[in-house]
């Protein structure tokens, strides 16, 4: 599956779909990847496709950067072994940040790479999910991501643990 074959505003039938996108936006991802999801279930972060694909997109390029935020860190602490490896021996190119209080009743997640894809879900809750190559909608969705991560805390790096 190559994203540009991908319409804009395409929707996406379901959390599988979503997961795909997810593992090819990442391979195909060469310098930045930024998720924020409630927990990481959605998206599956536990999956070993998403881990394998984190650790291609991490080595091929050693100033590569992910940032993952979540609202709530429980799935990522114990059900996610692989991305926890993966970010102590990636880090700084990888980091994992748990929103403020403040932030929890924004239910939309989000992945973006490389300033080039963007998938977003209404709600946290529901399946729906889209994928937009429009440079206005991923524009928007830069900010919106800065701005969550800037109130954020880490959770943790290759250095300090959460668990």
Do not use: W
Not at 4 to 18: I, K, S
Not at 25 to 53: M, N, P, W
Not at 87 to 114: K, N, W
Request: glycine share 6%.
């Amino acid at each position: 599956m190559i994203l540009a074959d991908f319409n804009p505003h395409r929707r996406l039938a379901g959390r599988v779909e979503a997961q795909a996108v997810l593992d090819e936006t990442v391979r195909q991802s060469r310098s930045t990847l930024r998720i924020f999801d409630d927990r990481g279930e959605f998206y599956g972060l536990e999956r070993s496709a998403f881990a394998g694909a984190m650790n291609e997109f991490l080595t091929r390029d050693r100033q590569a950067q992910a940032i993952i935020i979540v609202h709530d860190s429980s799935h990522i602490e114990r059900n996610c072994a692989r991305i926890n490896e993966i970010a102590r021996q990636y880090s700084p190119q990888i980091c994992i940040f748990v929103t403020d209080e403040s932030l929890r009743h924004y239910a939309r997640g989000m992945v973006i790479g490389d300033h080039g894809v963007l998938m977003s879900r209404p709600q946290f809750g529901q399946a729906a999910t889209f994928v937009d190559y429009d440079e206005k909608a991923v524009a928007n969705a830069l900010a919106l991501f800065t701005e969550i991560n800037q109130s954020s805390q880490l959770m943790f790096s290759g250095t300090v643990s959460g668990l």
